[in-house]
């Protein structure tokens, strides 16, 4: 079993910043990608950004490039989705999961979820 905890959601305004944070814990050694999905109401959830557990390679959704940043901590099993330039329709519920094996983009390849956390971003 895999527990994740997000964090860091919250109101902001259109241009401002928030940091997401996801703390991992359990059996993490077949992780092989993290991942952030998000959520808004009366859509499907959708893929935000990906990194490897180990390696560097990262994946952004093309909505998000060059606004979003994620990280890791590996030391505490803790990942982080920098967000810059918020704008409204990013306003959504925020979820990280893990997967051992699949396509990083796509959400039934992952195994565990989180709880989520809101992002609300006013114009």
């Known amino acids: 079993q895999v527990q994740l905890v997000e964090s860091g959601g919250g109101l902001v305004q259109a241009g401002g910043s928030l940091r997401l944070s996801c703390a991992v814990s359990g059996r993490t050694f077949n992780n092989l990608s993290l991942g952030w999905f998000r959520q808004a109401p009366g859509k499907e959830r959708e893929f935000v950004a990906a990194i490897r557990w180990i390696r560097s390679y990262s994946n952004y959704a093309d909505s998000v490039k060059g606004r979003f940043t994620m990280s890791r901590d590996n030391a505490k099993n803790t990942f982080y989705l920098q967000m810059n330039s918020l704008k409204p329709e990013d306003t959504a519920v925020y979820y990280c999961?893990?997967?051992?094996?699949?396509?990083?983009?796509?959400?039934?390849?992952?195994?565990?979820w989180g709880q989520g956390t809101q992002v609300t971003v006013s114009s």
């Open positions: 999961a893990t997967q051992s094996a699949g396509k990083d983009y796509v959400r039934g390849d992952y195994n565990y």
